[in-house]
């Protein structure tokens, strides 16, 4: 059974900061990953999306790595702003019904 | 615009009075899916569909039914609500071809049952 666990479950950084969330997998037969944001009471808005076959992607100051072999990506983020602050989720996508199995998330605060 | 809408996005119900979740989709997408949203436990999937009337199980099914009639909708039905289904859901939908498609998300339904 497919199990995501996300590190740190919280963090906080001053503006301006460039940093690092983690995800980790337990079973790298997946088609994808995909690494969403949720604001307080919000829905999910997707954020990048890589392909098993693929190391990374970029998405303005976004950028997501994913080794599969291992069974981890991280989604690093350039300058952080305030408007950042939000819950960071990583979901994989494998098996025959197409599940996403996510992560608890972590929750960013970016202080001004 | 492309999207993914839910009615209601809120509801206050009692134990045993069945309700319907709306779900419908404008991209013209094969795969759906419900997942409920719980604290300290996460996203978890309820039910999927690949396409009109094909739907099956997810991992917590228990308590609930949907139905695909139409390619753009795919309502949740609580027959007989209880309160241990108070959660917030999301629908989602995406295109089926082979794994490689994003999954877009509706705004969410908060329920509680009381």
């Known amino acids: 059974k497919q199990e995501v666990t996300q590190i740190p479950a919280a963090l906080s950084v001053p503006e301006g900061e460039n940093l690092v969330l983690n995800c980790s997998f337990t079973d790298s037969a997946i088609y994808n990953l995909q690494w969403f944001r949720q604001d307080p009471g919000k829905g999910l808005t997707s954020l990048l999306l890589i392909q098993s076959s693929q190391r990374e992607q970029t998405s303005g100051r976004l950028n997501a790595s994913l080794d599969k072999s291992s069974g981890r990506s991280t989604l690093y983020i350039a300058a952080s702003q305030p408007g950042d602050s939000a819950t960071y989720l990583c979901?994989?996508?494998?098996?025959?019904?197409?599940?996403?199995?996510f992560g608890k998330g972590t929750l960013l605060t970016v202080n001004p | 615009e492309a999207q993914v809408t839910q009615n209601p996005r809120y509801l206050i119900t009692v134990t045993g009075k069945k309700l319907t979740v709306t779900c419908s989709q404008n991209m013209n997408h094969e795969y759906m899916s419900w997942y409920r949203q719980d604290p300290g436990l996460g996203l978890r999937q309820i039910y999927y569909s690949m396409n009109v009337e094909v739907t099956d199980k997810g991992d917590v099914p228990e308590g609930y039914k949907v139905s695909r009639k139409e390619k753009r909708n795919f309502p949740l039905i609580l027959e007989s609500p209880s309160p241990n289904q108070t959660s917030l859901y999301f629908c989602a939908s995406s295109e089926w071809t082979g794994g490689s498609d994003t999954q877009y998300f509706g705004p969410g339904t908060r329920l509680t049952v009381l």
């Open positions: 979901a994989v996508n494998g098996g025959s019904n197409y599940k996403l199995t």
